[in-house]
């Protein structure tokens, strides 16, 4: 009898992976790019207690093949210098990779929660108490924050890329929009105009591309008159980015990543960097406290003129998260908070006030913990086991949706350790 796991899944080390060796019980969900499976090592594991997403790409599916695996690679990179770093506890780290020609395999821990969206259609009003919003918002701050001192833009905050551990902390998923800006993409940038957004047209801000490079050079001012290469660098390949949507809230994915989380000046094509992530901060706390986006027009084309000249909507008394949201969707994204200070800046917005940052994780009661259920309550695996390379062969039908995660929510949450 195959016994249920402990609470916490144990700190676990793949070394090598072989899809020969590995069985799989369901799969968890499926992007654009590759089908993520609930995993187990057959030979290092053969009781099966000890679970890990496994994320497949099909090279022959893919129809960019050159882009999506270029994309896939980084992925793998991201996430193997993440366990290089000793793993922030909310950013996932590679345990393990495989490739031969047909396919691209990585294992990543496994966070039996769902993602957000998901989490946010299961509340009562489909909204988060403000105590939720910050304690998710805190635990994202913290892992963006990780990601921006390796030099990594992350680019694709949205609830549908934050996952629920088990232990109800959450951690960041999806890392191939995410970009590194490099030393020396900087010094290039270095060399370009750094004058300050004023409010001006459209077209003439797109004249005055700029980056936050003090983490790596004191910003100099220069008078070198050519502006910078414009950077497209949120478009991605042609591969359509749609997700599979499990819950209502569906939404598409765009050239520029999510449409409702494109930053202004990603629409209007100008270079952006790290403050992308905290306009997206934005977008997701106002999406967490009301259950919309603030900027989401019938199609596309009045979704990107909102984004451009719509200020946000607010429902009642202005408050601190208001104030923070407020400050993080500021267009200019020189003016925004965070541009200047980075991370530290919005720790410190009085939304905040209170919140115990090195001790994030030590708070016993995040907001829900998830139930495993792919063990009954004898401590069975209550699925059947699926074989990866056979699901690929019969992907000509359409794959099943893997059903919402249970969880045990709390009613109340005391955030005084918080
Ligand atoms: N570690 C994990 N634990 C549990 N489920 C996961 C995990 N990683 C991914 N998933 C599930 O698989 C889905 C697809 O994963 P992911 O977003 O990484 O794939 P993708 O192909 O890169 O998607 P996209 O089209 O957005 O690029 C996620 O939305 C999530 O539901």
């Given at each position: 009898m195959e016994k249920r796991p402990p609470q916490e899944q144990r700190q676990q080390v793949l070394t090598d992976i072989d899809l020969d060796n590995l069985r799989a019980t369901k799969v968890l969900g499926k992007g654009a790019m590759g089908t993520v499976f609930l995993a187990?090592?057959?030979?290092?594991?053969p009781a099966s207690r000890t679970p890990f997403a496994l994320k497949v790409v099909e090279k022959s599916s893919l129809n960019n093949k050159f882009e999506a695996e270029r994309r896939a690679r980084w992925e793998i990179q991201v996430l193997a210098k993440l366990a290089a770093c000793n793993a922030n506890p909310f950013l996932p780290h590679l345990l393990s990779s495989f490739e031969n020609s047909d396919f691209l395999a990585w294992a990543v821990p496994f966070c039996p929660g769902g993602d957000l969206n998901v989490l946010r259609h299961r509340q009562t009003d489909r909204v988060f108490s403000p105590a939720v919003v910050r304690f998710y918002l805190a635990e994202i701050v913290c892992a963006l924050e990780h990601l921006h001192d390796m030099g990594i833009v992350y680019r694709d905050l949205k609830p549908e890329n934050i996952l629920v551990q088990q232990s109800g902390h959450v951690t960041l998923t999806d890392f191939d929009l995410s970009r590194s800006l490099t030393k020396p993409r900087i010094e290039t940038l270095l060399s370009s105009n750094h004058r300050r957004y004023e409010h001006q047209p459209v077209n003439a801000q797109r004249k005055h591309n700029r980056r936050n490079m003090s983490r790596w050079f004191p910003v100099v001012p220069n008078n070198d008159k050519k502006g910078l290469k414009?950077?497209?660098?949120?478009r991605v390949s042609p591969v359509g980015r749609r997700k599979q949507s499990f819950v209502e809230g569906e939404r598409s994915n765009s050239f520029v990543g999510t449409e409702e989380y494109v930053s202004p000046e990603v629409v209007r094509g100008d270079g952006h960097e790290f403050a992308v992530d905290w306009w997206a901060l934005g977008i997701l706390s106002y999406e967490m406290l009301y259950?919309?986006?603030?900027?989401?027009?019938?199609?596309r084309k009045e979704t990107f003129r909102n984004v451009l000249m719509k200020q946000p909507g607010f429902v009642g008394k202005r408050n601190d998260l208001t104030d923070l949201i407020e400050r993080l969707l500021e267009k200019d994204p020189t003016r925004r908070l965070g541009y200047q200070g980075g991370a530290g800046e919005i720790k410190e917005h009085v939304f905040f006030k209170g919140v115990q940052w090195e001790l994030l994780t030590e708070v016993?009661?995040?907001p829900c913990i998830p139930l495993r259920d792919e063990f009954d309550t004898t401590g069975n695996v209550t699925t059947g086991w699926l074989d990866i390379k056979e699901y690929f062969q019969n992907l000509r039908a359409p794959p099943s949706i893997p059903p919402s995660p249970s969880y045990e929510c709390q009613k109340k949450m005391s955030f005084t350790e918080f």
């Open positions: 187990y090592d057959q030979t290092r594991d414009k950077t497209n660098s949120a259950g919309t986006t603030p900027f989401k027009g019938k199609n016993s009661r995040p």
